[in-house]
């Protein structure tokens, strides 16, 4: 199964609430995905919208709530996504699966913006420019009920963000005709310069800002934990909820911009297949 999770960067919740979308998707076509071609015989069109209660960005004390639009189109092993952008999707008969896209990554913004996802907390420190980024994904299906699953995000252009990686695994609680519930747990990484830039403080940025320089170094940023319920009304309409627990590590918690060691995501969601 295809995962992302995730943003780990400007707002948490955005990524997380699109890659349980996501998820519902791919579940729902797994019936039909072995014997695709390399362009297959149908395209399959996912539409949803939700909303979603989490931290403004990384390490974040105040929340705020997002309403979130979906849209994904997939063609053999072709697909377009909102968040992933367009990319190539395989699955074996074993249980392997894997994608590669090219997206967007929009960033963060500083205090002084009314756009994109920032606050005023962060007044002073500059935006994060967006970024061009490579995705690759890659899920091993070891029993029925657990995978393992990796995700390796590397900026190709744009803002020089650095790269980001996560590892972990997700286990099916329940597998009915209606209804899933799965966990899933993930620790992430990021190479310096992700860190640095997301949780750093260097001296030109702390002259402009209230924080003390900071610097972060590369290793794993942060442990998450998810619970999501995936419920199907028929063969069209599905509805999803989710909650998601991040917790960050030493390597980057003593960060002045850090103002919560420990932050929760919420987010329902409907979405409608063609």
Do not use: C
């Amino acid at each position: 199964m295809r995962v992302i999770n995730g943003l780990r960067k400007g707002l948490i919740l955005s990524l997380t609430f699109n890659a349980s979308l996501i998820a519902t998707g791919v579940q729902a076509d797994e019936s039909r995905s072995g014997d695709a071609s390399l362009w297959g015989d149908s395209t399959d069109v996912t539409l949803g919208l939700g909303a979603a209660y989490g931290p403004r960005y990384l390490g974040s004390e105040n929340y705020t709530s997002t309403a979130l639009p979906m849209l994904r189109v997939e063609r053999g092993m072709f697909f377009f996504d909102l968040k992933e952008g367009l990319g190539l999707q395989w699955q074996s008969p074993s249980g392997f699966s894997a994608s590669a896209s090219i997206g967007q990554d929009t960033g963060r913004a500083d205090g002084d913006s009314k756009y994109r996802y920032g606050s005023d907390k962060l007044k002073g420190m500059g935006e994060v420019g967006s970024s061009t980024v490579l995705n690759l994904h890659a899920a091993q299906q070891l029993t029925s009920w657990l995978a393992l699953r990796a995700k390796a995000e590397l900026r190709t252009g744009g803002e020089k963000r650095g790269d980001q990686y996560a590892l972990g695994f997700e286990s099916k609680l329940f597998d009915g005709d209606r209804d899933k519930v799965t966990w899933g747990f993930d620790a992430h990484a990021g190479n310096a310069r992700f860190n640095q830039t997301y949780f750093g403080v260097t001296d030109q940025q702390s002259a402009t800002s209230r924080f003390a320089s900071y610097k972060a170094d590369r290793g794993i940023y942060a442990y998450s934990s998810e619970l999501t319920w995936m419920h199907a009304f028929d063969e069209h309409w599905s509805t999803i909820a989710g909650v998601e627990l991040t917790h960050y590590t030493d390597q980057v918690r003593h960060s002045p911009i850090i103002t919560k060691d420990t932050t929760a995501v919420s987010y329902l969601g409907v979405n409608y297949a063609f």
